[in-house]
């Protein structure tokens, strides 16, 4: 089993609507979260930070995290055809500064 | 403020030759890591420098690989002798000490024939 699951994609959504990505873990202790976005042969950029239960809002983003179900998601409101890149789900544990990635979600909105 | 810069940006080399790739992290920050990216896999972590010390090479694949951070400036990463299979995207990231947001470079394309 990875230590961190994401759906690889792509996941094609019209311009406008929510785009939701979704990325499991399997490490109880992990502690940090965070969603990269990465465009083609760019560096990944970081878009949201989340630590605790809940969600966090930041404009068009909404990071959800559920520890108890291992589990993090990242919401896109009102999706725009720029928003169309690979988004990377990281981890990480307290112990460490290593960051643990999923391998990705390609997503696609459709003008 | 500038990003973290690697060069180059792509490297192509002969199995068994010797390769260097470089980072430049954002000014200040006392963390630096290296990560690779093969084909289809997900990006995984090689070590993590905190100033000029290792703090953690747990994910160095093997003694080919020899990454330096001399004056706790820039790194250096160097793969001798190159393998096929250390043909991937070589990624640097840097973290103010204390911080864990980590900000990343663009990368650099090793491809070793």
């Known amino acids: 089993q990875k230590e961190v699951e994401q759906n690889s994609g792509p996941l094609s959504v019209p311009e406008g609507a929510i785009a939701s990505l979704n990325c499991t873990y399997s490490d109880r202790v992990s502690q940090s979260f965070f969603w990269y976005r990465q465009y083609s042969g760019k560096s990944p950029e970081l878009i949201m930070s989340?630590?605790?239960?809940g969600d966090k809002e930041d404009g068009r983003f909404t990071a959800q995290l559920n520890k108890a179900s291992q589990y993090v998601s990242l919401l896109i409101r009102d999706s725009q055809p720029s928003d169309s890149a690979t988004y990377l789900c990281a981890v990480r544990m307290d112990s460490s500064y290593k960051l643990i990635f999923g391998s990705g979600t390609r997503l696609l909105v459709r003008p | 403020e500038a990003g973290v810069t690697q060069f180059p940006s792509h490297s192509v080399i002969e199995k068994g030759q010797t390769v260097t790739l470089r980072c430049d992290p954002i000014s200040g920050h006392d963390n630096l890591y290296w990560y690779r990216r093969v084909m289809g896999k997900e990006i995984k972590f090689l070590l993590h420098f905190v100033k000029e010390s290792k703090q953690d090479e747990s994910g160095m694949p093997n003694n080919r690989f020899l990454a330096e951070r001399t004056g706790g400036t820039y790194s250096t990463l160097k793969v001798q002798p190159a393998e096929l299979e250390d043909s991937g995207v070589y990624f640097c990231a840097s973290s103010r000490l204390e911080s864990g947001i980590q900000y990343f470079g663009a990368g650099t394309r090793l491809s070793v024939l």
């Open positions: 989340i630590y605790s239960n």
